[in-house]
């Protein structure tokens, strides 16, 4: 038996992945969908808002554009494993779709993990422009070929999805 060291496709990140959507299938299983997706929103949130200080800190004074909201949660959703682009961003809203999420294969059949795109994208958007109302109109999570997001910037009669306030 050799002892050496084996390539396993072990990584931090991963481990990490594995861990967490472990932890989502575990919650949907036990609590339900609609229990889990509480309780990773609480989560997303609070990432949302250390993010959002972040990326803010790092640019210049100003308002913020729909076009560099944008930017920025592509730029975001990159550096953690996953790939988004802007499909469209204007004064009332932001469409964004993915090809890659950063939870890999171990988000198919976990909803509950896009409560964490939500509430991240909800926090940022609504600190950098005042409102966002957030919905999740196709996942890879629910075995959709992409994940396409929709945030409205502006509060236009019933909200579609999630609604997040500065």
Not at 6 to 31: M, S
Not at 56 to 64: H, L, S, T
Not at 126 to 154: F, H, M, N, P
Not at 158 to 165: C, I
Request: with cysteine; aromatic share 8%.
């Amino acid at each position: 038996m050799e002892t050496g060291r084996q390539d396993t496709g072990l990584t931090p990140d991963a481990f990490f992945a594995d861990i967490v959507g472990g932890l989502a299938g575990e919650l949907e299983e036990n609590i339900g969908l609609k229990g889990s997706a509480a309780f990773i929103g609480e989560v997303g949130t609070e990432i949302g808002d250390d993010l959002f200080d972040r990326f803010d800190a790092a640019r210049e004074d100003g308002a913020w554009t729909p076009q560099e909201i944008g930017k920025v949660l592509c730029d975001l959703k990159e550096r953690i494993g996953g790939h988004f682009e802007v499909e469209h961003a204007s004064d009332g809203e932001i469409v964004l779709t993915a090809t890659r999420c950063p939870f890999a294969h171990r988000v198919r059949g976990r909803p509950s993990l896009c409560m964490m795109t939500t509430t991240v994208f909800g926090t940022i958007v609504s600190r950098a422009s005042g409102y966002a109302d957030v919905v999740i109109d196709e996942a890879l999570a629910r075995g959709d070929a992409g994940c396409r997001v929709t945030v409205k910037l502006r509060r236009e009669g019933t909200p579609n999805g999630f609604e997040f306030f500065r």
